[in-house]
């Protein structure tokens, strides 16, 4: 499974962000997707999963500013609305597959900053 992230950049405080994860290869393997983000001197934080069967779990950090979901081109979307600087870090893309293997994207760097 290849991942690839988009859609990130530098917004002002308050603004919006929709981050993208496209995936291909053994897509239908595919079991549990799941965004993830890195800031500087931080550990490393679950933002957002979503399963096969559409349940989704969010971090205390971003409920209620944040909206995953995953449509049938196997991609998967973070919407971030309320932008804060603490959301600053690099986005990452995580899924895990029925054989038990995780893959990680790159990663989208997100800056909020006035």
């Known amino acids: 499974v290849q991942l690839m992230e988009s859609g990130g950049g530098l917004v002002q405080p308050g603004g919006s962000l929709r981050l993208s994860c496209a995936a291909s290869?053994?897509?239908?393997?595919?079991?549990?997707w799941r965004w993830y983000r890195q800031a500087p001197g931080k550990e490393r934080e679950m933002v957002a999963s979503?399963?096969?069967?559409?349940?989704t779990t969010y971090a205390d950090s971003v409920k209620d500013r944040s909206t995953i979901s995953r449509d049938n081109a196997n991609i998967l979307h973070l919407q971030l609305d309320s932008l804060r600087p603490e959301d600053t870090a690099v986005y990452l893309c995580?899924?895990?597959?029925?054989?038990?293997?995780?893959?990680w994207g790159q990663g989208t760097q997100v800056t909020v900053s006035s």
């Open positions: 995580n899924v895990y597959e029925y054989g038990g293997l995780q893959y």
């Open positions: 290869g053994r897509t239908f393997s595919i079991y549990h």
């Open positions: 979503i399963t096969i069967g559409g349940s």
